[in-house]
């Protein structure tokens, strides 16, 4: 019996992933085409599978990509002329 760190993949259906992330299956294969999802297409005919470990890494580059986003809007509002006052020395 192998150990428990070597376990294999496990495999998900394209409509369990979108489920799961709430999006639709074509999404779903975008992102297996895109290779931001890891999976294969199995049997014959071929049908995709989703390798469930592959889904932990797509979220944590999309919250990344979220916290990006709200410093950059933070960092654009923070900019505003009213944020900072007026400045005399430019004449405004």
Known sequence: MAPPSARAPRFLAPAQVAELLS???GEVI???HEGRLRGAQLGSPG??????SSLDGYLAEESENAR???????????SFPE??????????
Request: charged share 25%; net charge neutral.
């Open 23 to 25: 999006i639709e299956v």
């Open 30 to 32: 975008d992102l297996l």
């Open 47 to 52: 049908r995709w599978r989703v390798e469930e």
């Open 68 to 78: 990006r986003m709200a410093l950059w809007r933070q960092s654009q509002a923070a």
């Open 83 to 92: 944020v900072w006052g007026v400045s005399s020395a430019h004449g405004i």
